[in-house]
Every structure is written in structure tokens, then in C-alpha cells.
């Protein structure tokens, strides 16, 4: 298996609830990685887990909220966002730690905040 | 920060031309790497080149880094339509006891058309 695999593909939600967004990959990976990209720019990271554990959090709102249950799932967890948190979030993974390899991404999951 | 600047923004060509498209940085890094979106969708790993690497090679891509003046150039030779998409070059970094990041620059929009 040598893909990353991102659910949903597309949310709706409001502003008053409480969604989550998954992420799995099974090639054994042991660093994480959720990147947020509006249209026509390019993605900015958001969080890196490497061997599960938050090791980088780039000044993202506490309404964002990450979670990294095993070494092959990574979270995240939304509340209370607002319209302009629509964009298209997408995971990735490398196997070492960030930066010394490509990365493998998933196809996104593109959030609309209402 | 990180992010570089791609040059061109947009690039059209015929199929059968080459593209060629610029990137340049501001900090030391260990590797760039380049990777090609479509439609606004996952990002797909191209090729990566470590920072005491010059020139690498793979399929119709050829990536050249100079590190001295902090730029790369991504090359592909007789396009084809399939080729269409953004470009985005990414540099990497290890960050000691944190494991790294990838930060991507603007991106070259390429339109190739048939």
C-alpha cells in the first residue's frame, strides 16, 4: 500500500460544530504531517507528528486540534471555524523525519465553512 | 520564512516544448524537492534533490540546485498535455529534536496545450 488516504473528500459544516478530519497511510511511515491550501496559493503546514508525537505546531488556532492515535492515523479535529478556515486540508507522510524525504500526500479533503 | 518564489507564475506551451520553471529560497536547507498538483487535488512527489547534489535526472525531468545563489530549475522536456497542472518546488529542512518541515513555494501554473 503506498497511499495516503483522506476522509471525507468534502465537508460542509457550520460554524457551531464539531467535525473531524482522518488521515491513514500504511507504509509504515513515522512522520505526519496536515497542511491547509486556498485556492491558487500554495499549502502551508499546519502540524508535524513524527513517531506520534506533536513535534511542530505552526501558530494554528486552538480551533484546529490534532490527534495522532497510532503510527498509522492522524486527526483533525475542528470547532468553531470560521468561513474563512474553508480551504482544502491535506495529510501527508515521509518515512523519516520531516524534510530528508519526499512525501506522500492524500488526495485532500475540501471544507466548506458555513 | 521559507517559501521561495517560483518564476514563471503562469507558463504556456505547446506539447513537444520544453518547460522550464524557477525557484528560489531564502534559508539553508538539507533538499528540494518538486511536486505537481492537479486540479487543486493531492500533490504528487516528482523529484528530490539533496543540497550537495547539482543537477539530477529522472524521466523527462532534470532538476539543477545551486545552492550559492539559492535557486533551482525544474526542466521537462517534450511536454505533453497530460503535463498540465501547478508545479511547486518544496524545500526541506531537519529541525533538531523536532523532525522537519516542508514549505513549499508560490507555484508555476503550466498549460500545455495539445
Known amino acids: 500500500d503506498t497511499e495516503v488516504t483522506q476522509t471525507p473528500k468534502h465537508l460542509v459544516m457550520g460554524m457551531t460544530n464539531k467535525k473531524s478530519l482522518k488521515c491513514e497511510q500504511h507504509?509504515?511511515?513515522?512522520?505526519m504531517y496536515w497542511y491547509k491550501q486556498k485556492a491558487k496559493k500554495p499549502p502551508e503546514l499546519m502540524f508535524v507528528?513524527?513517531?506520534?508525537?506533536?513535534?511542530i505546531n505552526e501558530s494554528v488556532p486552538s480551533r484546529f486540534s490534532p490527534e495522532c492515535p497510532n503510527s498509522s492515523l492522524l486527526n483533525l479535529h475542528l470547532h468553531a471555524l470560521q468561513p474563512e478556515d474553508s480551504a482544502l486540508y491535506l495529510c501527508a507522510s515521509s518515512q523519516g523525519p520531516g524534510g530528508l524525504g519526499g512525501y506522500t500526500f492524500g488526495s485532500g479533503t475540501r471544507l466548506t465553512v458555513v | 520564512s521559507q517559501q521561495g518564489e517560483e518564476d514563471p507564475q503562469a507558463l504556456s506551451i505547446q506539447e513537444g516544448e520544453n518547460a522550464t520553471m524557477n525557484c528560489s529560497y531564502k534559508?539553508?536547507?538539507?533538499?528540494l524537492q518538486w511536486y505537481r498538483q492537479n486540479s487543486g487535488r493531492g500533490l504528487v512527489h516528482l523529484i528530490l534533490?539533496?543540497?550537495?547534489?547539482r543537477e539530477k535526472h529522472s524521466g523527462r525531468l532534470r532538476v539543477t540546485l545551486d545552492t550559492s545563489k539559492k535557486s533551482s530549475s525544474l526542466l521537462i522536456t517534450a511536454s505533453r498535455a497530460a503535463d498540465t497542472a501547478s508545479y511547486f518546488c518544496a524545500t526541506g529542512l531537519a529541525i533538531y529534536n523536532q523532525g522537519g518541515k516542508l514549505i513549499f513555494g508560490q507555484g508555476t501554473e503550466l498549460s500545455v496545450k495539445p
Open positions: 534533490i539533496r543540497s550537495n547534489e
Open positions: 534559508t539553508s536547507i538539507n533538499n
Open positions: 507528528y513524527s513517531y506520534e508525537k506533536l513535534s
Open positions: 507504509m509504515g511511515h513515522r512522520a
